[in-house]
């Protein structure tokens, strides 16, 4: 190969790289237009950074050699942009997470054709100069082979981001076998119940118990999985008698829910595009959602009915961006909204009519809320600070800026005198709300923290991160009490006994306190179907099931968690991978007879 042609390599290679940072820092993506809504994974985005890349050399060649070719294949692509808007029309990139959304219209189109041409010239030269026979499409179909490569790499990033933030634990979990754990784990329970008979009122096995329970009083474990919406949950609410569960999905569904049972009751639809808050109203009467439509809608509770959506003034929509957050005041008299567009506006909560509109974020309000007391709103943005504004007069008292990404979540304590904060930077902050100083930072989270949830009795901290777990805190210490594996949003319940939070998909988890030890037993902990308590879909690729299960043998292996419930656990979750195993050879075994 040719200095050159390595040269051309370095670009592609370097393109693929940026591809990856992109997806790893920006989550999920989607494309949205008149054609509906679909979503771009880290492939994809892999991908176009390859293209990019190539486009880069191919500038890089053209300005070198003066190569009129580049030009002219420049133009083709623009062609072939405009005649795709031509057909599809106007399309936008969205990533709601990180409040990121922009059009993109016929002059962009026809500039990313321009590219693609680039690229393509690029990779002819690349050939050239390589002495390759191959035409560019024969080359991209190679490239593609090895961007599919990418699944191989993003596994080795997960087993580097562990080694790093000390979980490796000497690779253990590497070379985990299923086969050996449950041997060496119910060798260990034999030995321990031929060793000490259970007596729960003896007095010599109290100071066992007391170093296994002293973390937390009361285990909380997943009582319920609600088969709820057919795509990912990104907003839910409880009632305040704590019965009814509301639910938002990328489905653009809001589901109605029976607490108490699991029993769905009522699907609200009529969101043009995924919905991505919800709220119950003070009196539990009224249902809010905030939707990718741009626009907030309102229904009520007992008669199922539609009530109305918010109009800005004259405008067809709520607001000129992804509504991203809705709260209602304590008294039900406001509605509060934060969207993409900036803004965040208040609403008669009882007439829909928009009162005022505040300002002051530099980028997407991604969360909103208001003190208990109804003294303070409260509001985060991807610009990385919080807003801390006088409800009587909607001044600004505060800008809270100590995070070093975007704030994704806010919520204010029961009796109003702490705000927490969860960050794309991967750490929670607690405030003074009435005075914004920084209290503390809790550290244990592996990527950015999406929601997060204050119990009632302002005792618990439950934040939920897109790292696929849900962390537990002591709100006065600090100390982290419990990892449960599940994913954003959380809620509490109104008596504190219920968490419920997101699932695999469109799954709903309900999670509960449980009071005695004595009456622990494994299908307490983890039950179900193998997908289930995994928490991953059923058609899963084997890659990416091996991957939740070791991170879940991360969080339950009794080397790393002295709970009561992890050995339990970590029985159920090594029984679900043999069944997934099991399953898996009988597959490829009738595959392999037909």
Known sequence: MTQNSKTGAAFIAGGTIAGAGVSATVGGMGLAGGFGAVGIGTIPVVGAGAVVGAAAYGAFKAIAEGDAAAIATMGVGAVGGAGVYSVVGGMGLVAPKVGLAFGIGAVPMVGIGSVVGLAAYGIAKLLDESGIRETPAQLFERMEEKVLLMDAYSEALMELDAFLSGEDLNQKFAVLEVEDELR??????????????????????????????TQLPEIWRCVRILKAHLAAVNAIAISPDGTTLISGSDD?????????????????????????????????????????????????????????????????????GFVNSVAYSPDGAILVSGAADKTIRIWGGNTGTVKRTLNGHSDAVLSVTISPDGKILASSSADQTIRLWDVKTWQQRYILTEHLGAVNTVAISINSQTLISGSTDATIKLWNLHTGELLSTLVGHSAAVLSVAI????????????????????????????????????????????????????????????????????????????????????????????????????????????????????????????????????????????
């Open 184 to 213: 060496s784990l119910k060798a260990e329970f034999k030995k321990k119940s031929e060793f000490v008979t259970p007596k729960p009122s003896t007095r010599n096995i109290e100071p066992e118990i007391i170093s296994l329970t």
């Open 252 to 320: 653009r569904q809001v589901n109605l829910w029976n607490l108490k049972t699991g029993k769905w009751l009522y699907t609200f639809s009529g969101q043009a595009e995924a919905v991505l808050s919800v709220a119950i109203s003070p009196d539990g009467q009224q249902i809010t959602s905030g939707s990718v439509d741009c626009k907030i809608s309102s229904w009520q509770m007992d008669t199922k009915k539609f009530l109305y959506t918010f109009f800005y003034l004259n405008s067809p929509y709520s607001h000129n």
């Open 455 to 594: 119990s009632p009795d302002g005792k618990i901290l439950a934040s939920a991160s897109r790292d696929g777990i849900i962390k537990l805190w002591n709100l006065d210490t600090g100390e982290l009490l419990q990892n449960l594996s599940g994913r954003n949003p959380v809620a509490f319940s109104a008596d504190g006994k219920t968490l419920v939070s997101g699932g695999n998909g469109g799954n709903i988890k309900v999670w509960s306190q449980m009071q005695s030890f004595d009456k622990f037993t494994l299908d307490s902990v983890l039950s179900g179907k193998w997908w289930e308590v995994l928490d991953v879909n059923q058609s899963y690729h084997p890659k990416d099931v091996k991957l939740a299960y070791l991170r879940l043998a991360r969080l339950y292996h009794p080397d790393v968690n002295t709970s009561a419930i992890a050995k339990a656990s970590m029985q159920a979750i090594n029984q679900a991978y043999k069944e997934f195993q099991e399953q898996l050879n009988a597959h490829k075994y009738i595959s392999f007879d037909k």
